[in-house]
Structure formats: C-alpha cells, structure tokens
C-alpha cells in the first residue's frame, strides 16, 4: 500500500458526460501528478500541482481540468467524455520539495474509467 | 519518435533465468533513469532508480545505464513468478518540485514455475 489513495475504483459513464476522480496524497506529500494509462499509448503524464499550485502539464487534453485543495487532496475533472477517454487514471504523490535530487513518486491503485 | 522506447513483449522465462528489459531514450537531458513494476490491476511502484550513467544493484535486480548509447537496462537474475508484472522504464525531466515522468510503454514479463 503506498499510502496513496483513488475514489472511485472503476467509473463507467457514457459519451458527453462530466466525471470527477479523487486523489488523497501520502501524509506529507506536497506534489500531486496525475497520469493516464491506456493500452495504444502508455503511461502519460497529465498535470502536476505542488502545494495548490499547478507546476507542470503534459499531454492533457482541454476537456481535462485538474485542481488540489488547501487540505492536499486533488480533483481530476474529465468532460465532454468521448470513449477514446476510456483508460485508467493514476495519481501520484511525493514530497516534491525543492533540491535536485529525486523525490520518489508513489501511485495510487488508480481509476478505471470506461466511456460507453 | 517517442522519447522512451520500450519493448512491449510479451516475455516469458522459466523460473531461475535471468531476465534483461531495455529502453532507449532520445532527450540527452534525461537525468534520473527508473525502473517501475506493475502488478496487474495495480499502481506502479518504484523498483529502483539510477542517475546519470552507471550500474545500480538491489538484490537480485540491477539497472544499467550507458548514456553514450542512451540506453536503459533491468537485468533480473534467479527470476522468480513473483516477478512476473509489467516492468515500466523511465525517466526524468525536471528538477526541484517539478518531475515529469516520461513512460516507456512497458514490457510485460511472466515468470513460469
């Protein structure tokens, strides 16, 4: 258990709708990434936030919004659902302070998200 | 071209062989090499981590990094069916509070009693 935690396990709605996944970081995590996971393109990185503020974005598409809150935890919106958004969704956690050395990220068990 | 490249496999040994899964990568930049696995229905989770080029060894696993040839390597010896998951490379693009991770597609190996 990586102390990491998703809700809801699996999401299954269908095209056009608005979903919501939550991400409770580690005890004293600052950073919060989000990822997506499908079969034709990998593991992608989606948008970083440390401390409330966003601090990186990668691949994540317009329709995707994210956000993290006074408390930590952080929100992944997903709209205008289109089956192609059909994958699983990871947030990762890691103290994310400053200094060059690596800080380990920890992933939760992720979101199982299907459009139909 | 992708940045991190990956075998996808699938690999299946017989318990006891040793195991190599490699990675290339393009951006010369890339700093922090790491292996992650991934058990079926399961986050990923850090196997080990390297920086710059060098060898790394925990155990029965070792990572290997030539960045001459901008090449990443896991070798698994005694490999057990425990270890059989979905073994991810990758790599780091950042520093201080910002660490994209930039993914291999991962390469799927399974471990035969």
């Known amino acids: 258990d990586s102390g990491v935690t998703q809700t809801p396990k699996h999401l299954i709605t269908a095209t056009g709708q608005r979903v919501t996944l939550r991400c409770s970081p580690r005890?004293?995590?600052?950073?919060v990434y989000w990822y997506q996971q499908s079969l034709d393109q990998g593991l992608q990185f989606l948008i970083q936030?440390?401390?409330?503020?966003?601090?990186a974005k990668g691949n994540i598409l317009e329709r995707f919004s994210a956000q993290q809150f006074p408390d930590l935890h952080s929100e992944l919106n997903l709209s205008s659902l289109e089956l192609g958004d059909s994958a699983l969704y990871f947030c990762?956690?890691?103290?994310?302070?400053?200094?060059?050395?690596?800080?380990?990220?920890?992933f939760g068990p992720g979101t199982r998200l299907t459009v139909l | 071209q992708k940045e991190v490249e990956q075998d996808p496999g699938p690999l299946s040994v017989p318990e006891g062989a040793i195991v190599s899964l490699n990675c290339t990568y393009s951006?010369?930049?890339?700093?922090?090499f790491m292996w992650y696995r991934q058990y079926s229905r399961k986050g990923p989770e850090l196997l080990m981590y390297t920086y710059s080029s060098g060898n790394k060894e925990d155990g029965r696993f070792t990572a290997q990094v030539d960045k001459s040839s901008k090449y990443i390597s896991l070798f698994i010896r005694d490999s057990q069916p425990s270890d059989s998951a979905t073994y991810l490379c990758?790599?780091?693009?950042?520093?201080?509070?910002?660490?994209?991770?930039?993914f291999g597609k991962g390469t799927l190996l399974t471990v035969n009693p």
């Open positions: 936030y440390y401390n409330g503020e966003e601090r």
């Open positions: 951006n010369s930049a890339f700093q922090y």
């Open positions: 005890s004293g995590d600052l950073s």
């Open positions: 990762a956690s890691s103290w994310g302070g400053s200094g060059s050395s690596y800080n380990e990220q920890f």
């Open positions: 990758a790599t780091i693009e950042g520093g201080g509070s910002n660490y994209k991770l930039t």
